[in-house]
């Protein structure tokens, strides 16, 4: 299928998709600090500069979009073009890529799906926690052993 803008007209459209700080994103963080939970954001010493890093409890949060990460890709990936199918491929790669490393690395990996957060918030936000709190005590016990 042929693009309808001009390579001009794509590359503005593609300059105004915010890669950080999405609406989705800060809703999250916001919930998290309001739980009383303080983190970073966007490490660039970590693989796939996770969007919220939890640093004493070595658990990282990625929040991606149901597109641009391509939530069951396979389904619908005949749907877009050649372009499409490319970069979401390469995206997904990048993204296995980067979790097998943090996990390496002795990260708790968080992956949140656009649609889950949409659809049940608050379990986001409790999984969250819950992995958090979790590495916490963790971390203390072995401190105290």
């Known amino acids: ?3 309808n803008l001009t390579p001009e007209q794509r590359s ?5 998709i915010k890669g950080k700080d999405t609406g989705l994103e800060v809703r999250v963080r916001s ?6 939970l303080r983190f970073r954001k966007h490490v660039k010493d970590l693989p796939g500069k996770p969007d919220i890093v939890f640093s004493k409890a070595r658990v990282v949060v990625f929040v991606d979009g149901d597109f641009w990460h391509g939530y069951q890709f396979p389904s619908w990936e ?5 372009f499409w199918k490319n ?6 790669e ?3 890529g980067n979790h097998r490393k943090l996990r390496e690395m002795g990260w708790t990996v968080i992956r949140m799906w656009q ?6 918030f608050e379990a986001c936000i409790d999984r969250v926690v819950s992995a958090v709190r979790g590495a ?7 401190q105290e052993a």
């Open 1 to 3: 299928m042929p693009d």
């Open 31 to 36: 919930a998290l600090h309001k739980r009383g």
């Open 94 to 96: 990048r993204d296995a």
């Open 78 to 82: 005949n749907k877009v073009s050649d």
């Open 136 to 142: 916490e005590v963790k971390t203390k016990s072995n």
């Open 115 to 120: 649609h889950d957060v949409q659809k049940d």
């Open 87 to 92: 970069k979401i491929s390469k995206n997904r």
């Open 12 to 16: 503005y459209c593609m300059s105004r």
